[in-house]
């Protein structure tokens, strides 16, 4: 069985604040929410569009109990439903070709390189450390802009089970600047965003960036934050949303770690997508919905729900 849950937050709470500035700390509320010694992979967002009133988004595979959150940094003695379990598998069963839902995903955009332009220290040791005769790994970098990650987004829904429609709106009147191309079809001819750091890496090892969708979509980007903290060592570390450069999650880690305990500093960007999509694929869409889209999974990335579309007016 799988089941959904969603956990009242409140905000004001001394354990909510060092749960919602870390997003290690979180994932070990999460883990915590699960019976005996489980080694289960959950799947976990953190709504907070109402920052007054977050929620914590749960996908777990076995039954959890969530008391430890709502007594600890949620509302206990309040009225109204703490934690809200459904299962899941109603929903599962009903996914068919051609429904729509409305969608929410907080994801991890990234590009993979093996010659980052403007490489961490870890990986230039990395990269300095290698024999001659092998070729290095692939390093993940973050897509950073709005533009970025929402191509990032939009060039893989095939293989994650859906598509996302065109938007419903009336065309741009002529001579005035729009965000559909004439043809409606991916910009050939301005591939790459200079300002995105992943396309220029790209470009310096002579890959070719995915092109650019100039068609507006049934989808905008409601989120975009930075974190940071540290991984492991004595303290807590952080977590800090940025207001304008934030955005694609990199899992990227720098630091050396363990230097008076401190550990390793986990640095990465998220971007929450919200929108309306066409079921092509159940299969593959149901693999995606248990199973998550993306890296940073731990950090509170990857999980895709789905719900009614909004009666029209």
């Given at each position: ?60 595979r076995s039954r959890p109990d969530w008391t430890h959150v709502v007594e600890r940094a949620g509302w206990p003695d309040a009225d109204g439903e703490h934690a809200l379990v459904r299962d899941y598998t109603p929903l599962l069963d009903r996914i068919a070709v051609g429904q729509e839902y ?212």
């Amino acid at each position: 069985m799988t089941y959904l849950s969603r956990v009242r937050i409140n905000p004001l709470r001394a354990e909510s604040r060092r749960l919602l500035a870390n997003p290690r700390a979180l994932h070990g509320a999460v883990q915590g929410g699960l019976p005996g010694a489980s080694d289960e992979r959950v799947l976990w967002r953190l709504d907070a569009d109402d920052p007054r009133r977050p929620h914590l988004v749960v996908l777990t595979r076995s039954r959890p109990d969530w008391t430890h959150v709502v007594e600890r940094a949620g509302w206990p003695d309040a009225d109204g439903e703490h934690a809200l379990v459904r299962d899941y598998t109603p929903l599962l069963d009903r996914i068919a070709v051609g429904q729509e839902y409305a969608f929410r995903l907080t994801a991890n955009p990234v590009q993979n390189t093996i010659d980052p332009v403007k490489p961490t220290p870890r990986q230039a040791r990395r990269l300095a450390e290698l024999p001659p005769d092998r070729k290095p790994r692939g390093f993940r970098l973050a897509h950073r802009t709005a533009a970025a990650q929402l191509n990032w987004f939009l060039t893989r829904t095939a293989r994650w089970g859906f598509e996302v429609p065109a938007a419903r709106t009336d065309p741009t009147a002529p001579g005035l600047p729009g965000p559909a191309g004439p043809t409606g079809l991916p910009d050939l001819a301005n591939p790459a965003d200079p300002s995105d750091p992943s396309d220029r890496a790209s470009a310096a090892v002579g890959g070719t960036p995915a092109p650019r969708t100039t068609i507006a979509h049934e989808v905008r980007i409601t989120a975009r934050h930075r974190h940071s903290f540290r991984k492991g060592g004595r303290n807590g570390g952080q977590a800090s949303p940025a207001d304008q450069a934030g955005g694609a999650d990199q899992a990227g880690r720098g630091g050396s770690g363990g230097k008076g305990g401190r550990g390793t500093q986990v640095t990465f960007h998220s971007a929450t997508f919200e929108g309306h999509l066409r079921v092509t694929d159940p299969e593959a869409l149901t693999a995606h919905l248990l199973g998550g889209i993306g890296p940073a999974k731990a950090y509170g990335c990857g999980l895709l729900t789905l719900a009614p579309l909004p009666a029209a007016r």
